[in-house]
Nanobody
């Protein structure tokens, strides 16, 4: 059974940094794309960043967030710098069977339970 478990969320002030981690268990994703999505209250879940044979970022986080992976540990990370109140959301780790880092939610088969990130102004 595949499990994705996120950690690292919390409450921070605007301008602070956070690093989210996601550990995959049950199978290796070293040859597959993994990414991060987020969902703010009352909004749709949206793409944040993904990394496979390519790397993609949402325009709203480009130059502030960095996605990285440790395939030996089956983990993916999201370093978030210069956080803004509008980054407040539940952040979800996702993985897909393909190698291309896509931006569409429906292309990811595996999901974590999410970790809350709250940025105060």
């Amino acid at each position: 059974q595949v499990q994705l478990v996120e950690s690292g969320g919390g409450l921070v002030q605007a301008g602070d940094s956070l690093r989210l981690s996601c550990e995959a268990a049950g199978r290796s994703f070293s040859q597959n794309a993994m990414g991060w999505f987020r969902q703010a209250p009352g909004k749709e879940r949206e793409f944040v960043a993904a990394r496979g044979i390519n790397t993609n970022y949402a325009d709203s986080v480009r130059d502030r967030f960095t996605i990285s992976r440790d395939n030996a540990k089956n983990m993916v990370y999201l370093q978030m710098n210069s956080l803004k109140p509008e980054d407040t959301a539940v952040y979800y780790c996702a993985a897909r069977s393909g190698m291309v880092a896509t931006t569409t939610r429906s292309s990811y088969e595996y999901w974590g339970q999410g970790t809350q990130v709250t940025v105060s102004s």
